[in-house]
């Protein structure tokens, strides 16, 4: 973030991306950026749509930059999904982070082995992080010049850069604190890294992009929006688009619902917002309404739980009142994670996404699943998916940027 910080800081247009199924550094990346990053992520999408979408939409951009997801060859299956795997797919220049906080010169065989593994990934450099002193930084330096690795700087232990949760780092009093603290580290990166020879070495021909016929669709598609509903894949939205017009709403100013043929209600941390949300009672009459009169609902995780009966907290101590649209009701109470990446099959139609959750379903038997779901590792999962008339709701995030949405009613 500070990077992405620091190049706009500069004047510089930069395209943000992100390794991997996760909507919450996209919204980081945006934050820092004041662009909206992409996914790039090979068990969701084929090779050539993570091409065009690398191409299409870095190519006005002066620099592009794709966060990496856990370690550089950490994948679904070996290197599989890996930050290793889309960088070798478009021939992006790696830049490694090492944690040096209590390592010196045992750096180097992790360095050699990092730079020397693959062939087909191009490591152009480290930048060390945490680093307590310049004599400390000497150490590192002297490991990157024995094993041929450039250093291009480092970043000070600086305690006051300590993150908020995620969850709370989503939410609106928090952003004026990460603000200040994407300067700080552009401050820092500014200071102790030399970002004009790592732009120098980075520099390459971009890669040609074929232009995607839009679809001209006639529908109207209203999306929630705000503070509670928000985590959507930027491509996911483009092929909305190009099926029609987008109408966007927010639940927790009580907007109403708009006339639409499909609405989305994308996840998000409803359960914060859980007080509001139970007194939009006119919003809900107008979800059931529209339901029960056949219309296509989408909802997925946090927009699921806004459909079902009620929400209880964490501590279990207060549950709220959701639409009761579909006869389940949902817990924090003791909740573990779920997630993963998910698949199912519908209608002869492969479907792809990702479950990342807290919450769960009481009594799921209230209402059968419609569809089996599998691991990366082709493995049944108990996720469900529900369908009431024409809702179809669960607790994954589909992506669907090279898909039409409206086949999922095929089930």
Same mark, same amino acid.
């Given at each position: 973030?500070?990077?992405?910080?620091?190049?706009?800081?500069?004047?510089?247009?930069?395209?943000?991306?992100?390794?991997?199924?996760? !909507?919450?550094?996209?919204?980081?990346?945006?934050?820092?950026?004041?662009?909206?990053?992409?996914? /790039?992520?090979?068990?969701?999408?084929?090779?050539?749509?993570?091409? !065009?979408?690398?191409?299409?939409?870095?190519?006005?951009?002066?620099?592009?930059?794709?966060?990496?997801?856990?370690?550089?060859?950490?994948?679904?299956?070996?290197?599989?999904?890996?930050?290793?795997?889309?960088?070798?797919?478009?021939?992006?220049?790696?830049?490694?982070?090492?944690?040096?906080?209590?390592?010196?010169?045992?750096?180097?065989?992790?360095?050699?082995?990092?730079?020397?593994?693959?062939?087909?990934?191009?490591?152009?450099?480290?930048?060390?992080?945490?680093?307590?002193?310049?004599?400390?930084?000497?150490?590192? %330096?002297?490991?990157?010049?024995?094993?041929?690795?450039?250093?291009?700087?480092?970043?000070?232990?600086? &305690?006051?850069? &300590?993150?908020?949760?995620?969850?709370?780092?989503?939410?609106?009093?928090?952003?004026?604190?990460?603000?200040? %603290?994407?300067?700080?580290?552009?401050?820092?990166?500014?200071?102790?890294?030399? $970002?004009?020879?790592?732009?120098?070495?980075?520099?390459?021909?971009?890669?040609?992009?074929?232009?995607?016929?839009?679809?001209?669709?006639?529908?109207? $598609?209203?999306?929630?929006?705000?503070?509670? +509903?928000?985590?959507? @894949?930027?491509?996911? $939205?483009? %092929?909305?688009?190009? /099926?029609?017009?987008?109408?966007?709403?927010?639940?927790?100013?009580?907007?109403?619902?708009?006339?639409?043929?499909?609405? @989305?209600?994308?996840?998000?941390?409803?359960?914060?917002?859980?007080?509001?949300? %139970?007194?939009?009672?006119?919003?809900?009459?107008? /979800?059931?309404?529209?339901?029960?009169?056949?219309?296509?609902?989408?909802?997925?995780?946090?927009?699921?739980? +806004?459909?079902?009966?009620?929400?209880?907290?964490?501590?279990?101590?207060?549950?709220?009142?959701?639409?009761?649209? /579909?006869?389940?009701?949902?817990?924090?109470?003791?909740?573990?994670?779920?997630?993963? @990446?998910?698949?199912?099959?519908?209608?002869?139609?492969?479907?792809?996404?990702?479950? +990342?959750?807290?919450?769960?379903?009481?009594?799921?038997?209230?209402?059968?699943?419609?569809?089996?779901?599998?691991?990366?590792?082709?493995?049944?999962?108990?996720?469900?998916? @529900?369908?009431?008339?024409?809702?179809?709701?669960?607790?994954?995030?589909?992506?669907?940027?090279?898909?039409?949405?409206?086949?999922?009613?095929?089930?």
């Amino acid at each position: 973030m500070g990077f992405l910080r620091l190049l706009k800081r500069q004047g510089i247009q930069v395209q943000p991306f992100k390794c991997g199924p996760d !909507y919450i550094d996209t919204r980081f990346h945006s934050l820092a950026s004041g662009a909206a990053s992409i996914n /790039l992520d090979t068990w969701l999408a084929s090779e050539e749509h993570l091409r !065009y979408l690398y191409s299409s939409y870095g190519k006005d951009a002066d620099v592009c930059v794709v966060e990496g997801v856990m370690g550089l060859f950490d994948g679904y299956s070996r290197m599989k999904g890996s930050s290793a795997e889309v960088a070798a797919l478009m021939d992006i220049p790696v830049l490694l982070l090492v944690n040096a906080r209590s390592i010196a010169y045992s750096v180097a065989p992790l360095l050699s082995g990092l730079a020397n593994f693959s062939p087909n990934v191009r490591i152009i450099g480290v930048v060390f992080n945490q680093v307590s002193s310049i004599s400390h930084y000497a150490h590192l %330096q002297e490991a990157c010049q024995d094993v041929g690795v450039e250093c291009f700087g480092y970043l000070p232990n600086t &305690k006051s850069l &300590k993150m908020p949760s995620r969850q709370l780092g989503l939410a609106f009093g928090a952003k004026k604190r990460m603000d200040l %603290q994407m300067d700080q580290a552009a401050e820092l990166i500014d200071k102790h890294v030399n $970002i004009g020879r790592l732009l120098e070495v980075c520099e390459r021909p971009f890669p040609g992009c074929e232009e995607k016929l839009d679809s001209s669709g006639n529908l109207t $598609i209203a999306v929630a929006r705000d503070a509670a +509903f928000n985590f959507v @894949y930027r491509e996911n $939205i483009a %092929q909305l688009d190009r /099926l029609g017009k987008i109408l966007y709403f927010s639940p927790l100013k009580g907007d109403a619902l708009p006339a639409a043929d499909l609405v @989305y209600f994308p996840g998000g941390y409803p359960e914060l917002y859980a007080y509001r949300l %139970q007194k939009q009672e006119r919003l809900m009459n107008e /979800l059931k309404k529209y339901v029960e009169n056949g219309g296509h609902l989408l909802a997925e995780c946090g927009g699921m739980i +806004f459909l079902s009966r009620s929400l209880v907290t964490r501590t279990g101590e207060k549950r709220y009142m959701m639409s009761g649209i /579909l006869p389940l009701d949902c817990t924090m109470e003791n909740a573990r994670l779920h997630l993963g @990446y998910r698949k199912m099959s519908i209608a002869g139609s492969e479907w792809r996404g990702h479950e +990342f959750h807290y919450s769960e379903v009481v009594l799921p038997e209230a209402i059968p699943s419609v569809a089996t779901q599998q691991n990366a590792k082709g493995i049944d999962v108990p996720t469900p998916l @529900y369908r009431y008339k024409n809702v179809i709701a669960g607790f994954t995030h589909w992506y669907w940027g090279e898909k039409d949405i409206m086949d999922l009613w095929n089930l």
